[in-house]
């Protein structure tokens, strides 16, 4: 019998790498809230690149532990600049984001639950 496997890791993932795209090609939207938070575009770009790559990796299981880190850097710097501006409205979300990225982080990956297994 085959284990289900977790649905919510590809779903986080395909949001974290089209708002990583967005940011990458400089959607107004992000763009008005990077400068509002004091960060340049080219910031953005690099959150962006993050929040893409980590996607990307968080939706495969075997990447998902470095896609998670990924996550947790770019929303930490972002989560941040929020609570620095004081726009909580902005960083509550932000919080959940970054739990859901460690989240992943913190997964085991497929190889190391089979050498635990066999331990």
């Known amino acids: 019998m085959s284990a289900k496997k977790p649905v919510w890791f590809p779903l986080l993932g ?3 790498a089209l708002a990583g795209a967005d940011k990458m090609f400089g959607q107004s939207g992000y763009r008005r809230l990077f400068r509002h938070l004091g960060l340049s575009e ?23 532990r ?5 996550l947790t850097m770019a929303s930490t710097a972002v989560l941040t600049s929020e609570l620095r501006k004081g726009t909580e409205q902005l960083a509550i979300p932000r919080a959940a ?5 460690v989240a992943a982080a913190a997964m085991p990956t497929p190889s190391s639950r089979s050498r635990s297994a066999k331990s």
Not at 47 to 55: D, S
Not at 66 to 70: F, I, N, Q, T
Not at 97 to 101: C, E, Q, S
Request: charged share 10%.
């Open 14 to 16: 395909l949001g974290f």
């Open 42 to 64: 080219q910031a953005m770009r690099v959150v962006g690149m993050g929040e893409f790559a980590g996607g990307v990796l968080v939706s495969s299981a075997h990447g998902r």
């Open 66 to 70: 470095l896609g998670g880190l990924l």
């Open 97 to 101: 984001l970054l739990l859901a990225a």
